[in-house]
């Protein structure tokens, strides 16, 4: 049996819409320990890596492990019902389906059936990335869209007491450079001096799928290799990483 409520709908919403960008089916694996989800997107380019330990739920019940597999855009229909205040509640049922609850004076109940699905846990990329650096995600996704007018790829440059990105096409080019010490900058700390190129759709569209159930994001990455994300989806320790495969075309 697994039971679970959150007090707000504000990181369903989060997870329901990150795995969206990626799969039409989704498989949670439920322990005593926590939820977690990962799945790689059918070009192998993006991944999307979901920890959401039982001690960041307001209640958390699992007596034995439990797999599941849903529809990703029915269940964001169904969470797309939440209200602010939701409370939301999503347990097992005996008759392959999940009975979501949806209270704050006004209750709902809903049951979604479940799937069978034959495709495992992605494995999760060992990496040895030499920059990592923070920053706001308003902040990001306005460095995204600045970079998009003119290119669909974001190269990515760090420096010890900067981070520039940056992109060019038969349009033009842009350039947008942070330095460690300004106030867009949260964090920067560089092992060694790093280039790479990602593909800026992949990366709008998962940020601005987070919405306002996070406000910052920590970004690592090396020279040609994948870029790792992080973001908390509260304080407690939700937090789901996403990692994008490098553009090498320079």
Known sequence: MLFTKTSTAVEWKAVA???KTLVEEATFEASSESLIFRAMDPSHIALVDLNW???AFERYECD???KFS???EDFVKLIGRTDAKDSVELSSTEEDALLLRLMNGYKR???IHLIESTSGTAPLP???LDTRFSMSKSVFEKVLADISVVADQVAISALKESVSFGGKSDVGAATITLDKNGADILSLDVKQEAKSSYNIDYLMSISKALGSAVETVVLEFSSKKPLRLEWKLNEQGAMIRYFLA???SE
């Open 17 to 19: 819409s990150a795995i």
């Open 70 to 72: 849903i529809r990703v």
């Open 126 to 128: 060992k990496l040895e």
């Open 64 to 66: 034995k492990p439990f």
């Open 246 to 248: 490098p553009r090498i």
């Open 109 to 111: 109940e809903f049951k």
């Open 53 to 55: 330990p039982n001690s």
